[in-house]
């Protein structure tokens, strides 16, 4: 069914806790895994904060840390006997994970969603995005534990309720 699957990761521990429920889809479906990162540094080159030469050693940096996290995850993935590669490109988060499945025919973008609190709610985070604007199909795993309130205890802390 999938044959194609493409894994956003952003470099965190957070992000990566995905990787072994890829691994098993992987070897379940047969499937190449793609691990990609989008770098993106353009918050201070827009806002002008910086000068060319921190922007250029800034992304320098950035592109040096994509390619060794990505390649140890990569080699972890080939490791576990998985057709797998990975790359960085530059660019906005979820634009470029959309454009970059739909341009090279994935059939499945797999990513974990971190539950980024109240701000998401608002703002949208990357995952959202993705899932609302993809045209391939998009599986999301919570990696981020979140216990929410029960009933209960809502009623108990409340003066006059419960």
Request: hydrophobic fraction near 45%; include cysteine; aromatic fraction near 8%.
């Amino acid at each position: 069914m999938f044959k194609k699957m493409l894994v956003p990761l952003d470099g965190s521990e957070i992000a990566a806790k995905i990787l072994p429920k890829v691994i098993d889809l992987a070897k379940t479906f047969k499937a190449k895994v793609t691990l990609l990162h989008v770098c993106y540094s353009g918050v201070g080159a827009m806002a002008g904060e910086a000068s060319p030469a921190t922007i250029r050693a800034e992304e320098a940096q950035e592109q040096k840390f994509c390619e060794t996290f990505l390649a140890k995850a990569g080699n972890g993935l080939k490791d576990q006997g998985l057709d797998a590669d990975w790359t960085c490109v530059d660019g906005v988060p979820a634009r470029q994970i959309i454009a970059f499945a739909q341009d090279k025919g994935y059939d499945l973008i797999v990513l974990g969603t971190h539950g980024a609190g109240e701000v998401a709610w608002y703002m949208g985070g990357v995952a959202d995005k993705i899932a609302t604007h993809a045209t391939v199909p998009v599986l999301l795993f919570r990696t981020l534990e979140f216990k929410p309130p029960f009933l209960k205890e809502v009623y108990s802390a409340t003066p006059g309720v419960g």
